[in-house]
């Protein structure tokens, strides 16, 4: 019984066609070439369609010198871009960086392109096999950075008990660990 004293009427459900979508007509291929061959016939008609299609050339696989990526390229799109990086063929995301280079050090591409060279080289070399001494690195250049900008190795603070000519102890290191991780 139902809760309020009703009985429920159970119907049994039985699959009736709309419970079911409708498949999708076959469509034969003698029927399609019939109206892709009937379409081709009035484009050439109508506009004077030239029957004659370009040739498509071949596509290649071309890797970049200097990150060692590859794209599927034109051979005509290799030799252009050979031509404008003294015979070497490199990626899109390198020769942006390249023109970067370029603009930094005063038009000089053969630097630029070695510069960029060099440093995807050591990036491949080092970085993707060790990331942790990437790390290791970036910190000894922020440091080497600051001794030279004159800061020392100590950022200088502006409160006011910074301020008051107190000597005070510190911790001071007596080794590094930085020269025997980039040895």
């Known amino acids: 019984m139902a809760p309020n004293g009703e009985t429920l009427i159970t119907a049994s459900h039985t699959r009736s066609s709309f419970d079911k979508p409708p498949k999708p007509r076959r469509i034969s291929m003698e029927g399609l070439q019939r109206a892709i061959s009937d379409l081709s016939f009035e484009l050439r008609k109508e506009g004077g369609m030239d029957t004659k299609l370009p040739a498509i050339s071949e596509v290649q696989d071309a890797k970049c010198e200097c990150c060692g990526m590859s794209e599927e390229c034109t051979p005509e799109y290799v030799h252009r871009v050979r031509e404008k990086f003294s015979g070497k063929w490199i990626c899109g995301l390198c020769s942006e960086a390249v023109k970067e280079e370029v603009g930094k050090n005063g038009g000089r591409l053969d630097e630029a392109l070695d510069t960029h060279m060099s440093v995807c080289g050591r990036f491949n070399r080092i970085v993707r096999t060790h990331p942790v001494l990437l790390q290791a690195e970036a910190m000894r250049d922020i440091l080497r950075k600051s001794r030279l900008d004159g800061r020392g190795a100590r950022a200088k603070s502006n409160?006011?008990?910074?301020?008051?000519?107190?000597?005070?102890?510190?911790?001071?290191?007596?080794?590094?660990?930085?020269s025997a991780i980039t040895n």
């Open 159 to 178: 409160s006011p008990r910074e301020r008051v000519s107190v000597k005070r102890g510190g911790i001071t290191r007596s080794s590094s660990c930085i």
